[in-house]
């Protein structure tokens, strides 16, 4: 039988056909899921969502929280802008995209936060993560702890930089709720999402997001990734009046079409969000309780929530408490020690003359005495001017102020940062009562900031807020000192 030879025109079409199967099926087969997820940043509220709650590979928008906790870390006094990073060789040894750094090299840390947010590199995050947290898997274990803290329930974190890791895993939902942390919780740092270049220290960085930060009316950020399994991703956020939206898109097939559904969302987003709304910005995560782990070179947070009860403090031994106000300067207030002040109002009282049963001298009333807690006594009260210069004797001997303005008293200490007012002043009472010894004297005072409310103790020399950090710090209660110019 004679064989039939192939027409070399079907066996080009055959082979085109045999190609589409062995290479362009397999790859749609494994195109990474799609995600999307839409809010209004203004209040949180969500406009659109589609698998927005599938755990899916996040890539570099990993980072977005690599960079909140070393806003965090900075903020908190545990490292500065300005520390010098040695990078390690794991990693130098990071696969790109990567600043390019060798083993051993020193770089200040702000370089690495620029490296990590704008040219999104995998050798700066992981510098970052292993000088915070003094390991890849200790930051990690603080990556996941912030991350509950922020409600983002369905995220894992196996690593600082995104590369494709077993488990680790995150949602739309969560990544866009991570975006708007970093925008509200960190408005300071913000503004690194939008630059189009940077200079990362070693050389000048451009923005892997500049193609739709530069096509897009109102974009300002804020983190984009890849990987072969994750697909192309990006979360964003525009500004429009008096409107923001962030949209975080999981699984694009490419740069130009993942901007460009970013881009159809966004436009979904401004029609629907209201022109006005109110703002209601996200809670920020409690910073508590500081460990050192056993032989680690860094340090693990450990966040936990504001103190939910709060018993009402006893009495001290000797609680009586003189308050001395003169009319010519009605707002002086002095804390005198109570055993002097005792002494030199009994003595007062005990020598003063019996006054006459005529009418008041003139100017009896220039001073005034106050006297809480103190017992009646059975003798004839003496003459209020009286009793106003023994006092003032004693003050003169022994005057302990709230707030000094000499002897160096100008440093104060920080215990937190809470959402509210009531919950940094439970923490105040409830630490001042733990560490009477170191901070007796001091002045609890509480600092409203965009991101939350601080707890301060202020009016203490830098030996004793050193002292009272350290003290503190021992009872695992996260301390940092104020200097002069911060309280």
């Given at each position: 039988m004679k064989a039939r030879r192939i027409q070399p025109a079907?066996?080009?079409l055959f082979l085109f056909a045999a190609l589409w199967v062995l290479v362009l099926l397999p790859l749609s087969a494994i195109a990474a899921p799609y995600a999307a997820y839409v809010i209004d940043a203004r209040t949180g509220k969500e406009i659109h969502a589609e698998n927005a709650d599938t755990r899916l590979h996040p890539a570099s928008l990993t980072k977005m929280m690599t960079l909140y906790i070393a806003f965090q870390a900075v903020e908190r006094g545990e490292i500065s802008l300005d520390?010098?990073?040695?990078?390690?060789?794991?990693a130098a040894s990071e696969p790109p995209s990567k600043l390019g750094m060798r083993p051993g090299q020193k770089i200040a840390l702000r370089y690495l936060i620029r490296a990590a947010a704008v040219k999104s590199a995998n050798d700066a995050a992981t510098a970052i993560g292993e000088a915070i947290g003094g390991?890849?898997?200790?930051?990690?274990?603080?990556?996941?702890?912030?991350?509950?803290?922020?409600?983002?329930?369905?995220?894992?974190?196996?690593n600082m930089h995104g590369l494709t890791e077993s488990g680790h895993l995150s949602t739309a939902r969560d990544m866009t709720r991570m975006g708007r942390h970093l925008l509200y919780d960190y408005p300071q740092y913000y503004n690194l999402f939008s630059r189009i270049t940077a200079d990362a220290g070693v050389r000048k960085v451009s923005h892997t997001n500049r193609r739709f930060l530069g096509s897009y009316k109102g974009a300002d950020g804020i983190k984009t990734g890849y990987t072969r399994a994750a697909g192309f991703n990006l979360t964003a956020s525009a500004e429009r009046g008096n409107e923001r939206i962030i949209v975080?898109?999981?699984?694009?097939?490419?740069?130009?079409?993942?901007?460009?559904?970013?881009?159809e969302l966004m436009d979904l987003g401004f029609r629907r969000a209201p022109s006005s709304a109110p703002l209601r910005k996200p809670v920020p995560p409690v910073y508590a309780d500081v460990e050192t782990a056993p032989g680690a070179a860094g340090k693990t947070i450990r966040l936990v929530g504001a103190v939910t009860t709060s018993k009402r403090p006893q009495l001290r031994p000797r609680s009586d408490v003189v308050v001395v106000a003169t009319a010519a300067a009605p707002e002086a207030t002095s804390v005198v020690s109570n055993s002097d002040i005792t002494a030199a109002l009994r003595e007062a009282v005990e020598t003063?003359?019996?006054?006459p049963a005529a009418a008041p001298t003139p100017g009896a009333n220039e001073a005034e005495v106050v006297i809480a807690a103190a017992k009646a006594s059975p003798r004839p009260e003496p003459r209020p001017k009286d009793v106003t210069l023994a006092v003032q004797q004693a003050v003169e001997q022994e005057i302990v102020t709230?707030?000094?303005t000499s002897g160096g008293r100008h440093w104060g200490v920080n215990v937190g940062r809470f959402p509210s007012r009531y919950a940094a002043e439970k923490v105040l009472l409830k630490t001042a009562l733990a560490e009477m010894s170191t901070l007796?004297?001091?002045l609890r005072?509480?600092?409203?900031?965009?991101?939350?409310?601080?707890?301060?103790?202020l009016g203490m020399s830098r030996e004793s807020a050193d002292l009272a950090c350290r003290r503190l710090a021992a009872r695992n209660v996260s301390c940092f000192m104020i200097g002069p110019s911060e309280g």
């Open positions: 079907r066996y080009g520390t010098q990073v040695t990078i390690s060789k794991n390991s890849e898997a200790a930051f990690a274990r603080r990556m996941n702890r912030t991350a509950k803290q922020l409600g983002m329930t369905r995220t894992t974190f196996k975080t898109v999981f699984g694009g097939k490419s740069t130009a079409s993942r901007n460009a559904k970013v881009a003063a003359p019996t006054p709230r707030v000094s007796d004297g001091t005072k509480v600092v409203r900031r965009p991101q939350g409310f601080e707890a301060n103790f």
